[in-house]
Nanobody, 124 residues
Framework: QVQLVESGGGLVQAGGSLRLSCAASGRTFSNYAMGWFRQAPGKEREFVATINRSGTSTDYADSVKGRFTISRDNAKNTVYLQMNSLKPEDTAVYYC?????????????????WGQGTQVTVSS
């Protein structure tokens, strides 16, 4: 079992930046590929970014490419999402997720563990 706790959400103006963190505990963090997903009110949860176990491979949703960066520190059992040039449409609850695999994945159903989420609100 892996426990995931997100932090770093908040209210920011359009064009601003936030860095989300996801701290993992329980099993060996470096055994898991990680992902970030988000869910806006009235919408389905959607893929944002993913990183493989070693941190050498990443993938992003088209809507965030060039603005968001996913990274991980296996020594600190933490995965990050740096969000720059934020837009009102980025407003959502952001979830961290882990999967028992080396490889990246954009598929929500391939993740085994989920955090509780952190709210990001971008004002115009």
């Amino acid at each position: 079992q892996v426990q995931l706790v997100e932090s770093g959400g908040g209210l920011v103006q359009a064009g601003g930046s936030l860095r989300l963190s996801c701290a993992a505990s329980g099993r060996t963090f470096s055994n898991y590929a990680m992902g970030w997903f988000r869910q806006a009110p009235g919408k389905e949860r959607e893929f944002v970014a993913t990183i493989n176990r070693s941190g050498t491979s990443t993938d992003y949703a088209d809507s965030v490419k060039g603005r968001f960066t996913i990274s991980r520190d296996n020594a600190k059992n933490t995965v990050y999402l740096q969000m720059n040039s934020l837009k009102p449409e980025d407003t959502a609850v952001y979830y961290c997720a882990g999967r028992s695999s080396y490889f990246v994945s954009s598929s929500l159903t391939e993740y085994d563990y989920w955090g509780q989420g952190t709210q990001v609100t971008v004002s115009s």
